[in-house]
């Protein structure tokens, strides 16, 4: 059975931090980098960050560099995104999704699996 789970989500105030899980079958998660995005309220989705296959290689969209960190635990199939520094605008509804390759990307077209997402909110 398919299936991407994210939890984690919550409200926390701005300069806060959280830690996204994305809890995987085994179908969609070994051999598959991973990928998070996120999708504010009147917004179209947008890549927040990937990892791949073997963890070594990451990749960040400009907006959260050096603020967000992906990782993943292959023995648990789960993907995380430890997220520092909150800010307002990074309120959004933020998803898991995998890709059918081993190597990063950053084009939401690329992926082929994903979770049904869960929300962050961002006080200030």
């Known amino acids: 059975q398919v299936q991407l789970v994210e939890s984690g989500g919550g409200l926390v105030q701005a300069g806060g931090s959280l830690r996204l899980s994305c809890a995987a079958s085994?179908?969609?998660?070994?051999?598959?980098?991973m990928g998070w995005f996120r999708q504010a309220p009147g917004k179209e989705r947008e890549f927040v960050a990937a990892?791949?296959?073997?963890?070594?290689?990451?990749y960040y969209a400009d907006s959260v560099k050096g603020r967000f960190t992906i990782s993943r635990d292959n023995a648990r199939n789960t993907v995380y995104l430890q997220m520092n520094s909150l800010k307002a605008e990074d309120t959004a509804v933020y998803y898991c999704?995998?890709?059918?390759?081993?190597?990063?990307?950053?084009?939401?077209?690329?992926?082929?699996?994903w979770g049904q997402g869960t929300q962050v909110t961002v006080s200030s």
């Open positions: 990892i791949g296959w073997s963890g070594l290689n990451t």
């Open positions: 999704a995998s890709r059918l390759s081993a190597g990063v990307a950053g084009q939401e077209n690329e992926y082929y699996y």
């Open positions: 085994a179908r969609t998660f070994r051999g598959y980098a």
